[in-house]
């Protein structure tokens, strides 16, 4: 399934945090209010990008229903909308946000680099992660799942990967379900590792890889899109909080991010019933509480 785009209206809302995103006329995104009278302290993240005027933002381009480039170029998604109620909280509004494309693998480094001001990306909290950048949220739970062609019935749970050894698991680089995967393998002959999802995508479609590991929700996207040809099977067996990658130690833009969705939960709602929420069989998310700013 393709969502479409809509442009941006901008409206100018009255509050600083209070922001609503206002239904699409054609289910395909929201129109996030954008913040008029932002007053951060100065020297904070928040204040450099309010002066800035521009934002630049951290996500996928190849994952149906959380960040997938449309035909006119703009990224659509559940991540591209909390992306966007971010940046209306800073007083950014949508035509004023870069989107930078951002695989797994390179996650962390774009914000240690200063490429981006933040990362919403499908981007799973952890520890080894935290030892370079720190995280907001969580905003969502997410768990890791196996996808496979339709007529497949050999692959129902990981731990059918040792009993098939030829098959092959396709995952990407960088990413904690390609890492998770190895102890349900024969060898690791059996995993294959390309820089984005839609490959994966592509190699099962066309029979090079028989299984594709990742995250529920991104599969479900994929099968969404596939037409009949790919299902998922088993239940997830990983839990994968995602959490929007910034600067390690900035708790101050931390705080702001977690207290920004805090108060725009009927935006975020939105947000998830106008992208993700299509795929069939997701069910509607509550914001989960955030972790400690640390
Ligand atoms: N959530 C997992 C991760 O952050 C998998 C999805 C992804 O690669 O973006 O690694």
């Known amino acids: 399934m393709r969502f479409t785009k809509i442009k941006a209206a901008v409206a100018v809302a009255g509050l600083a945090l209070s922001l609503t995103a206002c239904g699409g006329d054609d289910g395909g995104g929201s129109d996030t209010e954008v913040a008029s009278d932002t007053d951060f302290e100065s020297g904070t993240t928040m204040a450099d990008i309010a002066e800035r005027g521009t934002v630049t933002i951290g996500t996928k381009f190849d994952q149906p229903g959380f960040g997938l480039k449309n035909l006119e170029g703009d990224p659509e998604g559940f991540d591209v909308e909390v992306g966007k109620i971010i940046a209306g909280a800073l007083g950014i509004a949508e035509d004023d946000i870069e989107w930078k494309e951002t695989p797994s693998d390179v996650r962390e480094q774009v914000i240690e680099d200063g490429e981006v001001d933040f990362v919403v990306a499908t981007y799973t909290i952890n520890d080894e992660r935290k030892e370079r950048i720190s995280f907001a949220g969580p905003y969502y739970e997410a768990g890791q799942m196996l996808m496979v062609m339709s007529d497949n019935d050999a692959i129902t749970a990981p731990e059918d990967l040792k009993a098939n050894p030829d098959a092959k698991v396709c995952s990407v ?20 590792l390309f820089d984005v999802y839609d490959k994966c995508a592509d190699a099962l479609s066309n029979g090079q890889v028989d299984v594709v590991t990742t995250d529920n929700v991104i599969l479900a996207g994929f099968v969404g899109e596939s037409d009949g040809e790919f ?31 805090a108060d725009n939960e009927d935006a975020y709602t939105t947000a998830w019933e106008e992208t993700a929420g299509q795929v069939e069989g997701t069910e509607t998310p509550t914001l989960p509480e955030p972790d400690p700013c640390a």
């Open 173 to 192: 680089t960088g990413s904690t379900p390609g890492e998770n995967i190895k102890q349900y393998l024969a060898s690791e002959d059996q995993l294959v």
């Open 231 to 261: 299902k998922l099977v088993g239940d997830q067996f990983t839990e994968e909080p995602y959490g929007i990658g910034i600067t390690k130690g900035d708790t101050d833009f931390c705080e702001f991010i977690n207290d920004t969705l």
